[in-house]
């Protein structure tokens, strides 16, 4: 294993296809980042959201630098994380840009709530998360962003609210098995 800096280059002995396909093996669930700044809304679709920590509660959300969302989210310091439900398909597919939407147009008529820091939370999410960015690492393609949360909102558990997550390519819906973890 190599540890690197954020600024050395690494040869890697992996093909960025190569690495694509395993990754595709890692279900993730289905998070709209919101974002507004000066009035411009905008949002993407992101799989890549984590916990960090819970007193003071934390996340990482890793966006492509490349998206106009970056910018916003860049000058804003505010986003939201909505976690979507498996009924929740046509907003994930319009945030991920399908159909060539931008901005606005992303947010459909679905039901939006604006929050006092000014970013919009959807309103039959799982849950929202709203933070304030506390630091930001670019690394590579991507911006890895701590964010700092200060507003919740979410639904009770029930099946309804059932997580959507991406695994191999595609949207899919999860089977609990009834089991849960136990110490020993």
């Keep these: ?42 949002g993407l679709t992101a799989t890549s959201v984590a916990s960090v920590a819970a007193e003071p509660a934390e996340l990482l959300v890793c966006v492509n630098q490349s998206t106009d969302t970056w910018g916003l989210l860049e000058r804003s310091g ?63 393609s991507h911006a890895l962003i701590l964010g700092r949360v200060h507003e919740i909102y979410h639904q009770p558990v029930e099946p309804s609210t059932q997580p959507l997550v991406y695994w191999q390519g595609q949207f899919a819906s999860l089977t609990p098995t009834g089991r849960r973890p136990t110490k020993n």
């Design 1 to 42: 294993m190599t540890v690197n800096s954020v600024n050395q280059k690494v040869d890697n002995a992996v093909s960025a296809q190569e690495y694509k396909q395993a990754m595709r093996h890692l279900a993730g669930a289905v998070s709209v980042i919101t974002v507004t700044h000066e009035g411009e809304r905008g």
């Design 78 to 140: 505010h986003f939201a994380v909505n976690v979507l439900t498996v009924d929740q398909v046509d907003v994930a597919e319009r945030f991920a840009g399908v159909g060539q939407l931008q901005g606005d147009a992303r947010y459909g008529n679905e039901d939006w709530v604006q929050t006092e820091s000014g970013v919009w939370v959807l309103r039959s999410a799982a849950a929202a998360l709203v933070c304030n960015v506390d630091e930001v690492l670019l690394r590579h």
